[in-house]
């Protein structure tokens, strides 16, 4: 492991206590993608597996908190804390705390309780999903509500980053009364604790397994890419399946750490049973990913060389086409790509005016032509045919 | 700014003087009777029309200055006859100097202005700080501008002194080009090194146009004690000044006692032992403290800020920032500890250097205002902002909304949407997702062997991948690519230059400027230079590392005959032209690229061309 230390020694902190740490889990739960993936690594086996990486989350440090969501296919949904809960928030803001669970849960007696109450809040939470409408099979087609989830996770980190700073919490609760301009100082201030002394530190993990395109939702997820930066909390993002560009780059934007998980094919085609032990060599892989590989929050990641691939896919697809530009136009109100020559004279996303500099635009010019004027004197034979004229 | 010029003269037979405000904008008859009366007329500068004065031979000195108002219907005249019995004539002169500058700038505006009642600011109401300001940005925005920028070669000088790293490059650029056969004119490269580097010019014209005000003048004097216990005081003569700026008192001291009753010197040091001047800095003391200087310590009680009047003359203060008005009505609400919150009170070191801060802005041109004579900073917006609002609701939401179209249908065909798709019916699906879904998964997970080796071999390749991060993160060493330093060093000077280069080719191709292309011609040749002179460093690294394996091989040798024992020949490969070639492979790709870009546009637009002439 002494390859791995990129530390310099100096900056390692002072402070003794480690600043505690919110880990946002959010879990694409579309149906035809984990019905694709039953035969190598069902969601039972991922579901079990991220609550070994969250327990530890939880374990390494007692002030940790945890927030679990569903990027469904036509909702997002709270898995942890649950929100109905009348103490939702307190539940979630003494995450390792003692919340009385009921009675039921009291069999299991040899379980540390908040694991448990996770546990059940996740498991209770993800069997309401089904009882909401079934989705419609266009429905199952689209994309995951990827944005929608990102905004609410970083919503709720930004809410527990103002709650562990009491200093910016109440000048944003008490402000002058401009919404906006508290919210921003709030941000500031805690984008300065993030960056100096690290008093409360977040991570957003995006478990994705849907093969989709998520140019619908471009504005909104570049929106939260932002957001993020300017909160200091990286977007991690698991990929189960083929990797996708977008997702890597947003992971990049924000120093989060991007990896893909192939799980080996499962040979045995056998029972219920006998399938889930097969499984294990998928799920001790991913287990082995998550906990070698986003297991260190923004803190400890200061210290550290995180694992992902060398090179970053930064090509981007047109909006107009679809297809990959290496120079392409870029909206600058809404963000949106268009390849060369532009088509439009209005961005076709938001309607603004686009105007392209005048370098895109010009012809670049290897070579002089002849002067319209001299042909009509009659000489230019001679200097078109010198080539290209070199001044003195 | 000149200081105020006033002059004694009588008007229509009232004694009276004359005066012209700082900023130039109006000019003042003050009647001397009744005393301290407002001044009964006003002439605003910008409406003159003419001057007349008297020729210099005659005694009787007298001034007419003929005035059109906006709108009135004809012209006034004013006749002042100046009225000092020993300096007439200069005083006359001292009011006609700068109210001829005026006349000559209203001439000039209103030869250009259509509109001939125009007055010079942009309003009757503008000040002479504000119509300064407008004055100075638009020079501002001109010396800014590119063009001048980019003729500035003083400027360019200076910031390439203050920047080594720019310098160097600069110069390594320049070197380069001036070896060239037919070398690049001085003017044209320096006008490519600086074109896409025109923000830092402009940062630095701004950061040169910056001075630095005045500052407290009691913090920096400070006596000073050698190692024989001398107390020597340093005081420069600027630093004289600026006391007397500052401190009118002490210089009216200066002016009682110096040099009847005290030298020079001995004023100064028996001044800065003084209470006097812990109390004008403000500083707490007690008699005890300080030895007592009678000549000083008579001017203990005089209010230093008493003749200067209020510094900023507001007719009145808002409610919430008036102390006074605490004071008036509930004194009890701030305690009688608070000496912040009490007016009159503090005599310490806040109010001091709340005062010095005051004179020292009065003296500033203010940039933002336009008020002259109200407080600073405090427009209508400040004083908006600044209203305690805590009982007010919500402000409304003043984002700007966008509204976006689904761009989905852009597309030509959305196949890319949910991929693994068709195969499963999405019924299939919701079932096969809602049993994964029931299992259980509190249950522990079991591993066995095979899943042992699957965590082990996953384990590996996120090292792998950690490894190979890593090697991007640190720098370029010896031990990496297996070239020495200097090679190294010589690589990243080639490879600083060229992207220099590349720059320059961009610049002019993409300008599409016909006029250019001899220049542009030249710059390709640069470009390719640039790919031999990568050539060269990588021979450079073949010779040192034939050299390192002779030196190898010979030390091997020497072993063998030493000790009779050959050792395992160390294959060391490493470095050399092929590893300098990795490591300016995009460099060269660069290089290749803009060449194959120039190439193609030049056949094709000779091809065109040709096809013109035939026509
Ligand atoms: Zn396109
Ligand atoms: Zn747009």
Known sequence: ???????????????????????????????????????????????????????????INHAN????????????????????????????????????????????????????????????????????????????????????????????????LLKADPMTSDSASTGTGAVGAADLDAHTSALRTARSGHQFVSRILIVSVSQADLSSQYIGLMNSVF???????????????????????????????????????????????????????????????????????????????????????????????????????????????????????????????????KSVTTKPVAFARRKKKKRKIGDGGRDSAAGTPVPN | MAPPVKASVVYKKVDGILSITKDRQLVLFTPNVPPSSPPTLKIHTSEIRNLQQTPATKAKVSVKIV???PGGPAPENYVFVFSSTTAARAEAEAIMDPLKEVYANNLKSTTSASTPNAPVGSSPAASGPLAMAQVTASKTQDVLSDATLLSDFSLQKSLLDKNAQLHQRFNEAFKKLKNEADAIPLDQFSKQFWSPRIHLLRAHAMERSQTQGTYNVFSAVKPQRNNEGVVTLKLSKEQIQLIFAQ??????????????????????????????????????????????????????????????????????????????????????????????????????LLRKLN??????????????????????????????????????????????????????????GSSARNGQSSTVSSAAAMSDFKRQLLEPIGTPLEFNDTSKRQAASTSKGLMKSIKQRRSLLSIISDADTGLSRPTIDSAIMTHNTTIEFLHYFWDVYLSGDEGRTGELA???????????????????????LQQKQEDQRLKDQEFFKRTGKRIRAQNDASGGGKALHDLLKSTEMAVKYAETQYQRTYQEQVAQNGAQVQT
């Open chain 2, 247 to 348: 401190h009118p008192l002490v210089r009216r001291i200066y002016d009682d006692l110096v040099p009847n009753r005290k030298k020079e010197g001995e004023f100064w040091s028996d001044f800065f032992v003084s209470r006097l001047f812990r109390k004008l800095k403000g500083e707490k003391f007690t008699a005890s403290d300080v030895a007592a200087i009678p000549d000083l310590d008579k001017y203990l009680d005089y209010n230093e800020d008493a003749d200067t009047g209020p510094l900023f003359a507001v007719p009145n203060i808002p409610r919430f920032l008036d102390v006074e008005g605490n004071e008036q009505d509930h004194p009890e609400t701030y305690g009688n500890d608070d000496e912040t919150q009490r007016p009159e009170k503090d005599q310490g």
């Open chain 2, 67 to 69: 005035v059109q108002p």
């Open chain 1, 65 to 160: 908190q945890v927030a679990v969501l569903a990027s469904h296919v036509d909702n997002v949904a709270w898995l942890y804390p649950t929100p109905d809960d009348g103490d939702a928030s307190k539940q979630s803001s003494q995450t390792n705390g003692h919340t009385e669970v009921a009675d039921e849960h009291r069999v299991v007696s040899n379980k540390y309780r908040p694991f448990l109450t996770i546990e059940k809040n996740i498991s209770k939470n993800l069997r309401n999903l089904l009882t909401s409408d079934i989705p419609s099979a266009e429905a199952l087609k689209s994309p995951p509500l990827l944005a929608g989830a990102l905004s609410i996770a970083l919503a709720y980190a930004n809410l527990q």
């Open chain 2, 355 to 412: 005062t010095m801060s005051g004179k020292m802005m009065a003296n500033v041109a203010p940039f933002d205002r336009s008020n002259l004579h109200g407080p600073v900073g405090m427009d209508e917006k400040t004083f908006d902002e600044l209203q305690l609002k805590d009982l007010q609701g919500a402000e409304v939401d003043n984002r700007i909304s966008l509204n976006i179209k689904e761009t989905h249908g852009l597309f030509a």
């Open chain 1, 227 to 357: 957001a993020a930066q300017r909160l200091n909390i990286p977007l991690d993002v698991l990929r189960i399946g083929e990797r996708t560009a977008f997702l890597q780059q947003a992971s990049d934007a924000t120093s989060g750490v991007y990896l893909t998980y192939d799980p080996p094919n499962s040979t045995a085609n056998g029972t219920n049973g006998a399938a889930t032990a097969s499984f294990s060599s998928a799920t001790a892989g991913l287990l082995q990913t998550l906990m070698q590989g986003y297991f260190s929050d923004v803190a400890a990641r200061k210290l550290l060389v995180m694992p992902g691939s060398a090179e970053v896919d930064f090509r981007a697809a047109c909006f107009c086409h679809g297809k990959i530009v290496d120079l392409g136009g870029v909206c600058s109100v809404c963000l949106s790509i268009f390849c060369l020559p532009l088509e439009f004279t209005s961005c076709p996303t938001c309607q603004s005016p686009l105007r392209v500099p």
């Open chain 2, 522 to 544: 030249k710059l390709v040749e640069t470009l390719h230079k640039s790919l031999e002179r990568i050539e060269a460093v990588a021979t450079e690294a073949d010779t040192e």
């Open chain 1, 1 to 59: 492991m002494d390859g791995v230390d990129a530390t310099v020694r100096g900056s390692v902190r002072t402070s003794s206590a480690a600043p505690p740490s919110l880990l946002t889990i959010i879990l694409d739960t579309n149906p035809l993608s984990w019905s694709h993936l039953s035969s190598s690594l069902p969601l039972s086996a991922v579901l079990k597996t991220l609550l070994i990486f969250v327990n530890a989350h939880l374990a």
